[in-house]
């Protein structure tokens, strides 16, 4: 079993930036692709970024292309998500996810039922 833990979450203005963090202990972090998600309030969660186990592939949603980044560390244990250009609907709560699956190293997963594990997730409040 993977725990998983986000960090990085604050309030910041319009045009910030901010560095989200999600550190895997458990299971090996580096055999599994790994995934971004936000849910804003009414709405459901939506997949934002998700990266390869080897780091090689990466995936935007359309809205956060040009400005996050996701990137990890297999050393560390961590998954980054780097967001710039912050708009107020970015808003949201951010988890992360695990897929334990055994994948191609180029594979990203963009359904949201193949994530197995959940971290509790960091608020992301961005002020207009």
């Known amino acids: 079993q993977v725990q998983l833990v986000e960090s990085g979450g604050a309030l910041v203005q319009a045009g910030g930036s901010l560095r989200l963090s999600c550190a895997a202990s458990g299971r090996t972090f580096s055999n599994y692709a790994m995934g971004w998600f936000r849910q804003a309030p009414g709405k459901e969660r939506e997949l934002v970024a998700a990266i390869s186990w080897s780091g090689s592939s990466t995936y935007y949603t359309d809205s956060v292309k040009g400005r996050f980044t996701i990137s990890r560390d297999n050393a560390k244990n961590t998954v980054y998500l780097q967001m710039n250009s912050l708009k107020p609907e970015d808003t949201a709560i951010y988890y992360c996810?695990?897929?334990?699956?055994?994948?191609?190293?180029?594979?990203?997963?963009?359904?949201?039922?193949?994530?197995?594990?959940w971290g509790q997730g960091t608020q992301v409040t961005v002020s207009s």
């Open positions: 996810a695990v897929d334990q699956r055994p994948l191609l190293p180029t594979r990203v997963v963009v359904n949201i039922k193949e994530y197995d594990y």
